[in-house]
């Protein structure tokens, strides 16, 4: 099996135990003079070694957050919550605080591979703004108007029926809650459901800033491969019986950023699983839409009764980026929690932009436009797909989707392509920070849906003359 991230030198094992009882002084929990637990309770209670347990109380000794009464056991040193060392390190000690995916996308490119995003200029632009208007006509006092916490009432309305009849999801209006972004979606859910030292199991590769939130959470990953074919349910039954995680956030259809969909049989079969090891699942699901020929299978929300799937259908992908619309389905008790985090976060997701969206997507425009940028995104994934074809590099033609997940001779060194790429002004992402493990570094992720035709062709032949340099 696969080292476990926590193995990684950048976050020992011990550190996150330190962190973690770092954490718990924090929250209050344990105070001046009060006596930390025995090194073989902590151990077993955030079942690690009993080692690495004596050397994070020894590493808080060292820094002066601990002291020691002989033969008794390890004591929280008093004033440390107000040392100025202390509130410096609050905020980073307990989280891991990254997003190397953000900080590519923010250096502008004119050859723009990094980013799974669809070109502004394949989005009806002038039809949308008329919409602006007519929402304006409807709802007169729509800039006056706070949002719901959980979201317009008319939108989930909408939203459930198209649930029904599309996805085959039986929903009520109730079981829906507008976020901003899928991204809101996942930090929401991370801040109910985890805890430090908590195990998440996340695909591999996956989507990198769901792992940053969940390591800012303090939280544990465990890699599960993802294949065209899938997943192997038997791994992850050992890994379910073994770990008990907490989640399992994973995006199924037409993945990021491999493009690989789960097959029908094994939605199904997870949701049992799931069931059984009561791990929740977390299914992100923003390219369902973007497919080239055929349908995707249904969601596993579709197949959940028992309420252990949570699913994030984000439209800001595709139907108005700059809307941020995204719909979360859970079912209730969990839906009151994931209303009380939405709304210590902002209170409600901007009504305007629920407004718009709910008249833009409903309209018969809408389908039009949909049918159209699927073959655009196709025509783009070809595009790139020619440029790729005399390189003898490797990659799994995607059936939907906006990337390509790209495998590079060893020879190449991603680290120095990505430098000499960046000279070029072309950007994409290193296979490594998609990595639960910080491996695959001869994968690179290259998205075909910002680019417009003449960059895509342009910035594919500069890379490729990069990546030739680079070879002997
Ligand atoms: C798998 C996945 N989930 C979530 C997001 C973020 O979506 P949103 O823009 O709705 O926050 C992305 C963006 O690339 C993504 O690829």
Known sequence: MKKAVEDQQ?????????????????????????????????????????LTVFKAYKQLKEDGK???????????????????DFEDNAIVSSYLLTNPLSDIQRV????????????????P???????????????????????????????????????????????SPEELLITSGAQQAINLIAKIVLGPMDTVLVERPTYSVAMDIFRREGARLVPIEITPEGYDL???????AKHKPRMFYMNPTHHNPTGYTVPVRQRKLLVELAERYRCLLVEDDPFRDMYFDEEPPPPFFAYDTEGWVIYISSFSKYVAPGLRICAVACRYP??????????????????????????????????????????????????????????????????????????????????????????????????????PLGEMKSWIRLSYSFANEGQLREGMRLLRAAAGSLQS
């Open 125 to 171: 632009n002038l039809y949308l703004s008329d919409y602006v208007k007519k929402v304006f006509d409807l709802y007169p006092k729509v800039m006056g108007t706070y949002s719901t916490v959980q979201g317009d009432e008319e939108l989930r309305e909408t939203l459930s029926r198209h649930f029904k009849e599309h996805h085959r999801l039986q929903l």
């Open 234 to 240: 038997e791994e992850i039954e050992a890994l379910m």
């Open 10 to 50: 950048t976050h020992p094992l011990f550190r996150q135990v330190y962190e973690y009882i770092i954490n718990r002084m924090e929250r209050g929990e344990w105070n001046a003079h009060d006596k930390l637990p025995s090194i073989r309770l902590l151990a077993e209670e955030v079942k690690v070694h009993r």
């Open 108 to 123: 502008p490119a004119k050859y723009q591979f990094s980013q799974a995003l669809i070109d502004p200029n394949l989005l």
């Open 334 to 435: 969990f839906m009151d929690r994931l209303i009380t985090a939405k709304s210590l976060a902002d209170n409600g997701t901007p009504l305007l932009n629920q407004k718009i969206f709910l008249h833009y997507y409903t309209s018969p425009r809408l389908q039009q436009h949909l049918v159209k940028l699927r073959i655009a995104l196709q025509v783009h994934k070809e595009i790139m797909e020619e440029e790729l074809a005399a390189t003898g590099w490797e990659w799994k033609a995607p059936q939907g989707g906006l990337n390509l997940w790209v495998k590079l001779p060893e020879e190449i060194s991603v680290e120095v392509l990505f430098r000499l790429c960046a000279q070029q002004s072309i950007a994409f992402v290193p296979g490594e920070i998609l990595d």
């Open 66 to 84: 601990v002291y020691v009464r002989d033969k008794s056991g390890y004591y929280v040193s008093p004033g440390n919550m107000l040392s100025p």
